[in-house]
């Protein structure tokens, strides 16, 4: 109740400053199309908790699997949606003599739309075995209900393979982004002759907003995986906490990476501040 109380009004208002700013201008950068996506995601995952609380009156294996079959397809699309962010912010700010690191810089803006719909087409098929598992109830033959159980590990064991494979693309971004900005800096500092950039506060923002997130999404990644692998153990619900932590740290991360979010939220706060001075 905490997480939902927390998240779900920093995830709207993410989805609906991005929304108004969309209106005004008529135009959607790509940056603003990704953050909105994660935060659509995470409003989702937010309200499919509503399910949850629902199993916990109910106690019905169907209303469980459903939970899991739907979140395991958002957490999916959460996942590649961040690793886009994460790969663009590369591509934007660091270059490398490549012809196909060049070739993606020049043409990933026109591809995205279909890797938009590859990820959520992929987070609906590995969702496939935990919504195939609604009816396991449904399945009395021994037989049967072996190969069925084998394919629901083997589907398990895939959405972990392609979870931790956008993990490993997300990583590798954020560490390449971070290695280049740290140069970058090093090199803007020592041209300056040890005076500090009038940009260098927006590079230490930029770094801190990418290694929160990369930290974050790798937390969220690894409670994730224990939590699917070893289901049924007691200090399995004690990590949990950890994973709705690391959703908030996330979502500050965004915001604060991103200008046109932390400007509305600084104005949000002095609005509020004036407010309670005045009464």
Known sequence: CITFLLLTPTNMFISIVILLNWIKDKKLPLVDQLIASISVCNIAEEVMKSIKFLNIIYNSSKISMIYFSLCSMVMSCNVWFSTFLCVYFCLKIVNVKNTLYICLQRNFQKIFPWLFVSAILGSVLVSLPFILRITEENISTPKLNSTFLDFQEMGVLSFIILFWTAMLIFSISALIFVISLFKHMNQVQQNLGGFRSPNMKVHVQALITVILFLITNITI???????????????????????????LAGCWSLIKGNRNLDETLKNIFRKLHCTKTSN
Request: net charge positive; glycine share 4%.
């Open 221 to 247: 990644s690894i409670v994730l995986t224990i939590n699917l692998t070893l289901r049924g153990y007691t200090w399995n619900y004690m990590i949990m906490p950890f994973y709705s932590t690391s959703k």
